[in-house]
């Protein structure tokens, strides 16, 4: 079984910054790639950022600048660095994982249960 767990969100005022983490546990093998997705109320969810296991990254045009995608593959660990936050960036943000659990078995995508961010002043 593997396990994602996101941490770092809360209350900041426009204008500010938080970070993210998302630390993957469990029986695991390899792990590809890893994003980060947000949903606001009443809307879809939407990728945010994502990244590969060699660092390569791709960004939703609404972040690019002001967000960054890391990863840290010997923590399992990822992490999504967020500056200049404004209210619309307000959401619950989950982080993903492609995970293999062993030599020779299918990836299996993963996610962590979420934590909210909120931007108000």
């Known amino acids: 079984q593997v396990q994602l767990v996101e941490s770092g969100g809360g209350l900041v005022q426009p204008g500010g910054s938080l970070r993210l983490s998302c630390a993957a546990s469990?029986?695991?093998?390899?792990?590809?790639?890893m994003g980060w997705y947000r949903q606001a109320p009443g809307k879809q969810r939407e990728l945010v950022a994502s990244?590969?296991?060699?660092?390569?990254?791709k960004y939703a045009d609404s972040v690019k600048g002001r967000f960054t995608i890391s990863r840290d593959n010997a923590k399992k660990t990822a992490y999504l660095q967020m500056n200049s936050l404004s209210p619309e960036d307000a959401a619950v943000y989950y982080c993903?994982?492609?995970?293999?659990?062993?030599?020779?078995?299918?990836?299996?995508?993963?996610w962590g249960r979420g934590t909210q961010v909120t931007v108000s002043s």
């Open positions: 469990g029986t695991i093998f390899s792990i590809y790639d």
């Open positions: 990244i590969t296991s060699g660092g390569s990254t």
């Open positions: 993903n994982a492609d995970v293999t659990t062993g030599w020779g078995l299918r990836r299996h995508l993963y």
